[in-house]
């Protein structure tokens, strides 16, 4: 047997597990060692001031950024690997963006559909049932054939939502997907991920909304400058941080 | 692992208002009016100089117009195949330009240079003279007549230009796209095809048919190397009547008016989309 041969990964093991994870950019650090866990099914907030490296953490784990040292296991497969199959990756990882990015030219409904289609080479009138689902789901039906540029930005966001969902993920990462939203869109996106959240998908979320982290987290992670500062359940870390700069950072916020 | 390999969209981090990549030329209504005032008065002038035994230069134009409008047409088709050829060949360059290979970025780069700063004269004695009159293929002797050398020298500055449109059309698109896209799996090429260049066509189409009117117009330097266009044709016509001093001045009016009559609605419908995409964009 090769000794590189991981052995199969069974849904007890962390899901996502990251192993001193850094990377630089240029001379800017901005992972510094970063070891996390994260369970089958389990919700996760991380929060922490601008600049502290949580989008590229979680970049990371789809490899739309390559890490410098570290390991980033996905289902047991190692992410920080030159052979890695990263179509195989993204296809099991979903992420939504803070500027939603929906495909301008396309309608909501092709926007959700075009991925399964073209990517997995599902069939599309199958892929267009599963489409109109989702469009239901996260609460837009009636929109199916408006572009991008016809909805709100809280429903872009909730296509946004929908066109990842449609690739069936195992992991969905959210990047701060209600911070260029109205106050009144924000709820119905968080209530969008909240359903998720219930309905027993993995999420690791960036977020700035602490009132959304204490509900749905089941943990949560304060980075700051590139490391972990300090992470627990909800109410350890929002409401009783025992490190000053958790303490001054939700005193910031709140 | 080399950050550049893995993120295509870090190469991208620009976004560029995209300006025509060449001066732009705007044909105005009154350059057409003017045009047709030339001919008319000097028709009349000529009538008035002319004795009665000479055709009049109306005449003139009317006996010699199949003539004429057959060289016309001729321009027309060096003109589309030109652009075709070019087109075809640019938007490979434009593409090799955002290439993730830095040797071909190159390539491409030194070759849409080098094209695009050359004048289209010097492209086209280039191409009449390099390209060979005959190509052998198999034993099968393929002829290159000149009109063919033309639409090569022709559709090489088309390239240039194509390829520069292309790539500064590929360059507004925001990252957010190749990112997102990356993020559903699409792969690099699928990217390109199906979400990155149909956003980019609608900034392509009005520089690329501005380019165009420039080609029409340009393929009257191809009487410079004896390619029986229209300006070679109308020259031929003066010298077939004598030469008269009275004439030049409608028949080459005439000429001029037949480019108008064709590039001017071309120009009138690049503004109209210029200016739709303008308010959507
Ligand atoms: N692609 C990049 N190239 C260079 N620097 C980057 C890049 N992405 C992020 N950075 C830098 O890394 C630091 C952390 O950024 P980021 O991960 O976006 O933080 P956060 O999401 O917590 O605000 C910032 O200083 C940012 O400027
Ligand atoms: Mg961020």
């Not at chain 1, 369970?39 to 953490?57: N, V, W």
């Not at chain 1, 990842?164 to 992991?171: E, K, N, V």
């Not at chain 2, 040797?103 to 280039?126: C, D, E, G, I, M």
């Not at chain 2, 393929?142 to 500064?168: Q, T, Y």
Request: hydrophobic residues 45%; aromatic residues 8%; charged residues 20%.
């Amino acid at each position: 047997m090769a000794p590189a041969e991981q052995p199969a990964w069974t849904p007890d093991q962390p899901i996502v597990r990251l192993r001193d994870v850094r990377k630089s950019f240029g001379s800017l650090e901005v992972l510094k060692g970063i070891t996390m866990d994260v369970a089958k099914g389990e919700a996760i907030c991380i929060i922490g001031p601008s600049g502290s490296g949580k989008s590229t953490l979680i970049r990371c784990i789809n490899a739309l950024v390559a890490i410098d040292e570290g390991s980033i296991l996905v289902e047991g497969q190692e992410v920080n690997d030159p052979k890695l199959d990263k179509l195989a990756l993204r296809r099991k990882v979903g992420m939504v963006f803070q500027q939603y990015n929906l495909f301008p030219h396309k309608t909501a409904l092709q926007n959700v559909m075009m991925a399964p289609v073209h990517v997995l080479k599902q069939d599309r009138r199958e892929v267009e049932d599963r489409a109109r689902a989702l469009m239901r789901k996260v609460r837009l039906e009636g929109k199916e054939d408006a572009y991008p540029g016809e909805l709100s930005g809280g429903q872009q966001q909730r296509v946004a939502i929908a066109r990842s969902l449609a690739m069936r993920p195992d992991i969905m990462l959210f990047d701060e997907v209600t911070a260029a939203l109205d106050p009144e869109t924000v709820k119905e996106v968080l209530q969008t991920i909240r359903q998720l959240v219930e309905d027993g998908l993995t999420c690791l979320i960036v977020t700035h909304e602490m009132g959304f982290a204490r509900e749905v987290a089941d943990h949560v992670y304060f980075t700051d400058r590139g490391v972990i500062v300090e992470h627990g359940p909800p109410r350890d870390i929002l409401s009783n941080p025992r490190e000053e700069r958790t303490k001054a950072f939700l005193e910031q916020v709140l | 692992m080399n950050p550049a390999k893995t993120l295509p969209v870090l190469l991208s981090p620009r976004v560029e208002r995209l300006h025509p990549p060449f001066p732009v030329f705007r044909l105005r209504a009154w350059h057409g009016l003017a045009v047709a005032a030339i001919v008319v008065v000097a028709s009349g002038a000529a009538v008035a100089q002319g004795g009665p035994t000479q055709l009049s230069p109306i005449g003139v134009i009317m006996k010699w117009m199949p003539l004429l409008l057959s060289g016309f047409v001729f321009n027309i088709a060096i003109s589309l195949m030109a652009m075709t050829l070019g087109t075809v060949v640019g938007l490979a360059l434009g593409l090799m330009a955002v290439s993730e290979t830095m040797p071909v970025r190159k390539v491409s780069w030194a070759v849409t240079q080098f094209f695009r700063n050359s004048p289209w004269l010097v492209l086209l004695f280039f191409a009449m003279f390099l390209v060979p009159y005959e190509f052998r293929l198999l034993g099968v002797t393929v002829p290159f007549p000149d009109w063919i050398k033309a639409v090569i020298g022709f559709s090489l500055p088309v390239m240039a230009n194509v390829s520069e449109i292309v790539r500064g059309a590929i360059r507004s698109i925001p990252d957010g796209q190749w990112e997102s896209a990356e993020a559903l799996a699409f792969s690099r090429r699928q990217t390109m095809w199906m979400i990155i260049l149909p956003q980019c066509l609608r900034r392509m189409l009005p520089p690329w048919m501005n380019l165009y009117s420039l080609v029409t117009m340009a393929t009257v330097l191809a009487s410079v190397v004896g390619v029986s266009e229209m300006l070679t044709l109308t020259s031929q016509v003066h010298a077939a009547e004598g030469g008269r001093p009275e004439l030049l001045a409608p028949l080459y009016g005439f000429a001029l008016l037949c480019f108008f009559v064709y590039c001017y609605p071309i120009d009138r419908l690049t503004r109209r989309l210029e200016h739709r995409f303008q308010v959507r964009l």
